[in-house]
């Protein structure tokens, strides 16, 4: 049933990507629009394998995934801690929910000016971009898991004399942990699209977003630009298919799991 599902899911998804791609062949190839606007797919498919054989374009590649990981790594080692405290302390919830509510809302993009300042350009300024975007949905995703933890589970091992701290190592953090792994899973997107966006708005170093947005300006460059952005696609592919695929292997007895059975 459930291999039955997954062939079903990929088979429509695949045909999804045969339709579109056929569609901008089509839209291209008879004129109806400039192909200098966009160009036929075939064309921009050719140019994205070809770039796989770039060295350099490769090494922009490695660079936009090293601050993707070291961000969601920082995102992760802040978030995670910061939503158990928030999660099982109200006085601290009260505290300071005023002041996260106050930060989530501000767009990472508006801060680039800000934080190329103080950190100059390179590496740090993506990275330190990349972590304030991507903690919001792990800090939330791990208070809401908190919340939703069984509380005759919490109150046997209160009766049985175990404190707080051994309440959350063996009732609360376990039964969070696929929470956390979801808010994971979406911040690794955000992340990504972060890393890219502050390469392309901020114009310095080197990555992905730096090679399209140096496609963008040059003549005839909607190809290149095509073709970089079919890179981005695949990569946010690869790395939510490895989360997933990470997460019905740790958590199997979750719900969706289950259903997905």
Not at 56 to 73: E, K, Y
Not at 244 to 259: I, K, Q, S, Y
């Amino acid at each position: 049933m459930k291999g039955g599902r997954t062939r079903e899911q990929l088979l429509l998804g695949v045909t999804g990507v045969l339709l579109a791609f056929g569609a901008c062949e089509a839209v291209s190839r008879a004129g109806l629009v400039r192909r200098s606007y966009l160009p036929p797919a075939s064309e921009v498919l050719a140019r994205a394998a070809g770039l796989a054989g770039d060295s350099a374009f490769l090494d922009g590649i490695a660079a936009t995934l090293r601050a993707w990981a070291l961000g969601l790594a920082l995102a992760c080692a802040i978030a995670v801690p910061l939503g158990l405290v928030l999660g099982s302390v109200p006085v601290v919830d009260a505290a300071v929910r005023a002041i996260v509510e106050f930060l989530r809302p501000l767009p990472s993009v508006a801060l680039i000016p800000l934080v190329s300042l103080l950190l100059g350009s390179g590496t740090e300024t993506k990275v330190a971009l990349v972590t304030y975007a991507s903690v919001w949905p792990i800090l939330f995703n791990t208070i809401y898991g908190l919340g939703e933890t069984d509380p005759l589970a919490k109150d046997t091992l209160r009766a049985f004399g175990f404190g707080r701290l051994a309440v959350l190592l063996r009732v609360e953090l376990p039964a969070t942990a696929p929470f956390i792994a979801a808010g994971i899973r979406i911040s690794a997107s955000v992340a990504l699209i972060l890393a890219v966006a502050t390469e392309i708005l901020s114009g310095f170093g080197e990555g992905l977003g730096i090679f399209i947005a140096q496609a963008g300006l040059a003549t005839d460059g909607t190809r290149d630009v095509l073709a970089g952005v079919v890179w981005a696609g695949m990569l946010g592919l690869v790395i939510n298919g490895v989360l997933v695929w990470g997460e019905r292997r740790l958590f199997p007895w979750t719900p969706e799991r289950r259903g997905a059975g």
